[in-house]
Nanobody, 126 residues
């Protein structure tokens, strides 16, 4: 069983930055692809980004491309989401996700990810 604990959410003004962290335990970290989803009030859960097991591949939703950066530190069993140029529409609960066998064809589907964190709230004021 994999445990994921997010931190770093909060309230920020539009144009500002936040960095989310997600600490993983319970499985060899390099066996896990990692990612982030988000869910805004009244909306479906949305794929944000993915990073491969060794950080060599990343993929972003169009809505965050060029503003968000995912990275991982395998020595610390931690994945990060650096969010810059934040917009009010980025307001959501952000979830860290992990999976051993994600593929490019399935990464955008929430049901493809087995392990989820509890979520951290990000609020961007206009």
């Amino acid at each position: 069983q994999v445990q994921l604990v997010e931190s770093g959410g909060g309230l920020v003004q539009a144009g500002g930055s936040l960095r989310l962290s997600c600490a993983a335990s319970g499985r060899t970290f390099t066996r896990l692809s990692m990612g982030w989803f988000r869910q805004a009030p009244g909306k479906e859960r949305e794929f944000v980004t993915h990073i491969g097991r060794y950080g060599l591949s990343t993929f972003y939703a169009d809505s965050v491309k060029g503003r968000f950066t995912i990275s991982r530190d395998n020595a610390k069993n931690t994945v990060y989401l650096q969010m810059n140029s934040l917009k009010p529409e980025d307001t959501a609960v952000y979830y860290c996700v992990a999976e051993e066998s994600i593929t490019g064809a399935t990464m955008k589907q929430s049901a493809s990810w087995e392990y989820w964190g509890q979520g951290t709230q990000v609020t961007v004021s206009s």
